[in-house]
């Protein structure tokens, strides 16, 4: 079995910086592109950040300049450094990625469990 497991959230005052991590553990033959979402309550879920297996990135406009992702391909984690956060960027966070799996040579599309990033005063 594959899964996602997240990791670095938390609580922190407007300005402040966050890391966040996303581990894929399993059976992996690969992991392909590598994102992050998040989801603030009354708001549909949104791609915040995107990274391909060959690291081009993508970013939402509202996170362009504050947030990095990147990733390491041989621990199959994806990172989102979060710098200069906003009341805004409060929401809960997923990782997503596309992995093929040695099972069955399965093609996955999976979530990790969200973690919760607040952003107060």
């Known amino acids: 079995q594959v899964q996602l497991v997240e990791s670095g959230g938390g609580s922190v005052q407007p300005g402040g910086s966050l890391n966040l991590s996303c581990a894929a553990s399993?059976?992996?033959?690969?992991?392909?592109?590598m994102g992050w979402y998040r989801q603030a309550p009354g708001k549909q879920r949104e791609v915040v950040a995107s990274?391909?297996?060959?690291?081009?990135?993508n970013y939402a406009d509202s996170v362009k300049g504050r947030f990095t992702i990147s990733r390491d391909n041989v621990k199959n984690t994806v990172y989102l450094q979060m710098n200069s956060l906003k009341p805004e960027d409060t929401a809960v966070y997923y990782c997503?990625?596309?992995?093929?799996?040695?099972?069955?040579?399965?093609?996955?599309?999976?979530w990790g469990q969200g973690t919760l990033v607040t952003v107060s005063s």
């Open positions: 997503n990625a596309h992995i093929l799996s040695t099972t069955r040579s399965a093609y996955l599309e999976l």
């Open positions: 399993g059976n992996i033959f690969g992991v392909y592109v």
């Open positions: 990274i391909t297996e060959d690291l081009s990135t």
